[in-house]
């Protein structure tokens, strides 16, 4: 029962994909992903998820070591927040950034006044809208590794006189480094199929902030043959990332992973 169980879920998973990949004009690709729109929207959508992976990085990795501290107080509360965007609709989180940064909120309202800075509607709003989307995959995926990272190494290093930066840059870092990485994938390819809270915070410009699953939707409509052969772009290069990282997902999430290293 199981068995039949566990095969009906990969049949949710995978029959859509089946589906998409039967419905797709193969004899035209490359005449419709070709399209200059096409182009211009994969640009965009590599260049500003690559972007937010960046910016995921710097701010994650720390607060990933700041959570893995079991003495740290209120860290419930925080994990709580960190993890509040993997629950919340995305649509919901463009129209809390709106608010913030939109020029009526407490935010924006200040840069444009004193900088003459407009955030909304612009390819920086398509960034930090995918960051924060994708920023919790990362503080997890980072937080697993370091909580399942052998600490003897960073604990011999320090009784040897190494100091915390030190033990940080050549002990701990090199041993989450898959953790990292995998975090990083999930997160790339979570900002770049980022679609609610990008069209609510960001608009649908041409060459602005229009990325590719907002192409996607307007070509339903118009030229759905192409809308199809943009989604099949996406889930080529959403699986090549994937690919790309096999080693670290072999046995499970880092997470998981991490878990099974500090057992042992």
Known sequence: MLVGLAGLGVAVLVLPLVAL???????????LVADPA???ALRLSLVTAGTATLVALVLGVPLAWVLAHDDLRGGWLLRCLVTVPLVLP?????????????????????????FGVTVPFTSVAVVLAQVFVSLPFLVLAVEGALRGADRRRALAAQTLGASP???LRRVTLPAV???VAAGAALCFTRALGEFGATVTFAGSFPGT????PLAVYLA???????AV???????????????AMRGRWVGGLPLARASRTGAR
Request: charged letters at 10%; hydrophobic letters at 55%; glycine letters at 12%.
């Open 90 to 114: 995305p649509v919901v989180g463009g129209v809390a950034l709106l608010l913030l940064l939109g020029r009526r909120g407490p935010l924006g309202g200040t840069l444009e006044a004193w």
């Open 209 to 212: 902030t229009r990325t590719m």
């Open 21 to 31: 990949l039967l419905a797709t004009p193969w004899h035209d690709m490359t005449t």
């Open 38 to 40: 096409v182009l211009q």
């Open 165 to 167: 930066a030190y033990v």
């Open 177 to 179: 480094g898959p953790g």
């Open 229 to 243: 052969a943009m989604s099949v772009l996406l889930l080529v290069l959403s699986v090549a990332v994937l690919v």
């Open 220 to 226: 339903m409509d118009t030229a759905p043959e192409q």
